[in-house]
């Protein structure tokens, strides 16, 4: 059985294509599909090795139904995040998916997680990477 993951970003991409890369680099083999808010983002993250892409709101609800795992900032969970980027239905539908979820906190979504520490964004896209590679079951390539 292939797994359904999902990068989801919106304005540029950049956090949704440095974590494409990342993943692909832990778990080469492991299909991903980019899911951005905008033209741009998926772009970026398609420049990254993500395998197929798709863009905006219905693309991602679709598919946030029967994904296995979803891979983005913290915000995607939150409507009206990322300058208003995030729907209120892109939030419902990634909140609401049953996929496994790897977030990565960022305070610029408006969202405070109370015991993480503030750490260079490099680092926290690794461990992102690791723990999706950790999940699936593939050894880390390091």
């Known amino acids: 059985m292939t797994l359904k993951v999902l990068v989801i970003d919106g304005q540029g991409g950049g956090i949704g294509k440095a974590l494409v890369a990342a ?4 778990a080469p083999h492991l299909p991903i599909i980019a899911l ?3 033209a741009a983002a ?3 993250m398609m420049r990254a090795g993500a395998d197929q892409g798709a863009t905006g709101e219905n693309a991602i609800r679709c598919q946030c139904r ?3 795992m979803i891979v983005g900032v913290i915000g995607i969970l939150q409507g009206n995040a ?3 980027e995030i ?3 892109i939030a419902a539908a990634v909140s609401e998916s049953e996929a ?3 977030l990565v906190p960022l305070d610029r979504c408006g969202v405070h997680v109370v015991g993480v520490t503030k750490r260079p964004m490099e680092e926290l896209i690794a461990e992102a990477a690791e723990t999706v590679a950790a999940i699936v079951g ?3 390539s390091r």
């Not at 993943?23 to 832990?26: E, F, Q, S, V």
């Open 87 to 89: 729907s209120p239905v």
């Open 42 to 44: 998926t772009q970026a």
């Open 100 to 102: 496994r979820k790897v």
């Open 23 to 26: 993943i692909k680099r832990t």
């Open 36 to 38: 951005g808010t905008n």
């Open 138 to 140: 593939q050894p880390d």
């Open 66 to 68: 029967d994904a296995d």
């Open 82 to 84: 990322m300058l208003g």
